[in-house]
């Protein structure tokens, strides 16, 4: 129980991020994410904050390209380092922290499987049967990675009330598990 009422001030920092944030900010919000695919399979991570499992990304710092700050990214959150194969597409999201996530299929070249504070769980599962403690909407970038569309897809996505509640479910059921 201790767990889940330590995540109150979580849900509070979230929900400002997510809900009054975006609309304060001057330029709509950039995420740059990877779906890293090697022979130990689909390379997934878990953050501190929200505790599902995610495709390892973050945002780029100013005057940095979009693929190398998704490789500075991905080594600094899995220790992995990865090379860019083709982007799988942009994932416009409205509702709940709405942002472009632009996607890469990638490949890993080298490094070691390491957590970091950012994010505390770093493993690799089969592509095919991702954990279900996956967030739901890395379920199509992850299924349009797999496909390996010729071209580059463009996806509109609503994080509405059933996203925010599934994202909560799999992070109390995280918390629960410890």
Same mark, same amino acid.
């Given at each position: 129980?201790? !767990?889940? #009422?330590?995540?109150?001030? $979580?849900? =509070? !920092?979230?929900?400002w991020w997510?809900? =009054?944030?975006?609309?304060?900010?001057? #330029?709509?919000?950039?995420?740059? @994410?990877?779906?890293?695919?090697?022979?130990?399979?689909?390379?997934?991570?878990?953050? &501190?904050?929200? @505790?599902?499992?995610?495709?390892?990304?973050?945002?780029?710092?100013?005057?940095? &390209?979009?693929? =190398? #700050?998704?490789?500075?990214?991905?080594?600094?959150? $899995?220790?992995?380092?990865?090379?860019?194969?083709? %982007?799988?597409?942009?994932?416009?999201?409205?509702?709940?922290? /709405?942002? !472009?996530?632009?996607?890469?299929?990638?490949?890993?070249?080298?490094?070691?499987? $390491?957590? &970091?504070?950012?994010?505390?769980?770093?493993? +690799?599962?089969?592509?095919?049967?991702?954990?279900?403690?996956?967030?739901? +909407?890395? %379920?199509? /970038?992850?299924?349009d990675a797999?496909?390996?569309?010729?071209?580059?897809?463009?996806?509109?996505?609503?994080?509405?009330?059933?996203?925010?509640?599934?994202?909560?479910?799999?992070?109390?059921?995280?918390? +629960? !598990?410890?």
């Amino acid at each position: 129980m201790r !767990r889940l #009422a330590g995540a109150l001030p $979580t849900y =509070a !920092r979230l929900a400002w991020w997510g809900l =009054a944030q975006p609309r304060v900010e001057a #330029a709509p919000l950039l995420v740059v @994410q990877a779906v890293v695919l090697g022979d130990a399979g689909l390379l997934l991570c878990q953050r &501190s904050d929200l @505790q599902g499992w995610e495709l390892p990304g973050g945002n780029p710092e100013p005057g940095e &390209s979009l693929e =190398a #700050a998704l490789v500075r990214e991905v080594r600094e959150e $899995t220790g992995i380092a990865i090379a860019l194969e083709g %982007r799988v597409g942009d994932y416009v999201r409205t509702g709940f922290r /709405p942002h !472009r996530a632009r996607i890469w299929r990638c490949r890993p070249l080298g490094g070691n499987l $390491t957590a &970091s504070d950012e994010t505390p769980r770093v493993a +690799w599962f089969a592509p095919e049967a991702p954990p279900p403690g996956l967030f739901p +909407w890395y %379920r199509a /970038p992850l299924a349009d990675a797999l496909a390996e569309h010729p071209e580059p897809v463009e996806r509109h996505e609503h994080n509405g009330p059933g996203a925010i509640w599934a994202g909560l479910c799999i992070d109390l059921a995280a918390r +629960w !598990r410890g």
